[in-house]
């Protein structure tokens, strides 16, 4: 029994520190090429291929930012989408919270009359990452790992996330080759000057948070306070531009409206539609300004570490919102 354990855990410390040396997080030899990772961090031309990893039930902005993703098509082409994980006053856990946005994604579906994208709409994880090393397994984070096999570093899948990393990061330990076929767009922590780095996205699986940081995979950061923050809607300004266009339009008003008054309370409010920023920076539009930062390191006492050694990733730093939004509303009514 002794001998069987003690194998165990050597077996355990030997695919950690495999990982590791992959990631480059160990040791004083980087093993990211920040030459090449700042190539691949540049803005795509023509239609690229993308997978959206959302936990759409937790806040309404992702059925925002969804909806804008489909019908972003002369760009996007979307191949798959992931539920993700959440806890919070919405679930009892964050398998509820999956399974939660697993069927919120099928009712915006159906409004957008997109059955055909029923198909590849995967389940993801139901609990968070144990630790750095240990994946959450789930058909998300299977089909990740195996959809990106078919790119390269050339021509990467992209992945879009606005929720809990938990499944893209996952995906990255399960299958370590695909760092170099995708480029990761994530939605998660605060700018770097914010007073904490307490970030729903972000504080629900810090060890994901880590690796995605941490292994040099191409990420691009949208931070939400202090940064995405800014983009906000008003409900006039919602009647105004979409009420009556569809089905789609009038339930987006009427959840937002409902998710608003329920947090703010009052009939004078504002709501971030975050998510929304993410799909918009593979856009052709005037939407964004971004720089290259040294990665920063997400540490497990909700603050920031930072290591100027470290590899680069790219940083949105200002939301161009009145260009943003009125590419949604247009996009929206159609």
Same mark, same amino acid.
């Given at each position: 029994?002794?001998?069987?354990a003690k194998e165990r855990t050597m077996d355990n410390e030997k695919k950690k520190q495999e990982w590791q040396e992959f990631a480059g997080v160990v040791g004083t030899k980087s093993v990211i090429d920040n030459a090449k990772l700042i190539?691949?961090?540049e803005k795509p031309k023509g239609r690229v291929d993308v997978v959206i990893d959302t936990d759409t039930y937790n806040?309404?902005? *992702?059925?925002?930012?969804? +909806? !804008?993703?489909?019908?972003?098509?002369?760009?996007?082409? @979307?191949?798959?989408?992931?539920?993700?994980?959440f806890f919070n006053e919405k679930s009892t856990?964050?398998? *509820?919270?999956?399974?939660? +946005? !697993?069927?919120?994604?099928?009712?915006?579906?159906?409004? @957008?009359?997109?059955e055909d994208l029923k198909q590849v709409v995967y389940r993801g994880s139901t609990e968070y990452m144990p630790s750095e090393t240990e994946p959450v397994i789930s058909d998300a984070a299977?089909?990740?790992?195996?959809?990106?096999?078919?790119?390269t570093e050339e021509h990467p899948l992209y992945v879009i996330a606005i929720g809990?990393?938990?499944?893209?990061?996952s995906a990255l330990i399960m299958n370590p080759a695909i760092r170099d076929r995708i480029v990761l767009i994530w939605l998660g922590g605060h700018a770097l000057n914010w007073p904490n780095n307490k970030e729903f996205n972000l504080y629900?699986?810090?060890?994901?948070?880590?690796?995605?940081?941490g292994c040099g995979v191409p990420l691009v950061q949208l931070p939400c306070m202090g940064v995405v923050?800014?983009?906000?809607?008003s409900g006039p300004e919602l009647e105004y531009h979409l009420r009556g266009k569809n089905k789609l339009c009038d339930y987006l008003i009427d959840v937002t409206t409902e998710e608003a008054r329920a947090c703010y309370g009052g009939s004078t409010w504002t709501r971030p539609i975050w998510d929304v920023t993410a799909v918009a920076w593979l856009l052709d539009g005037d939407f964004e300004e971004d720089c290259l930062i040294h990665s920063p390191i997400p540490e497990y006492d909700d603050r920031y570490a930072f290591d100027n050694n470290r590899h680069f990733i790219k940083y949105v730093y200002h939301i161009k919102r009145d260009n943003l939004f009125a590419d949604l509303f247009e996009k929206l009514k159609k």
């Open positions: 029994m002794y001998g069987r190539q691949r961090l806040e309404i902005d *992702d059925q925002f930012a969804l +909806s !804008y993703l489909i019908k972003s098509d002369e760009k996007l082409n @979307l191949k798959a989408i992931y539920a993700a994980p856990g964050p398998a *509820d919270g999956m399974e939660k +946005s !697993y069927q919120e994604i099928m009712n915006v579906l159906t409004l @957008l009359e997109r299977k089909d990740l790992a195996e959809r990106a096999m078919n790119y809990a990393i938990t499944n893209v990061s629900q699986d810090v060890a994901g948070a880590r690796i995605v940081f923050s800014a983009f906000t809607t």
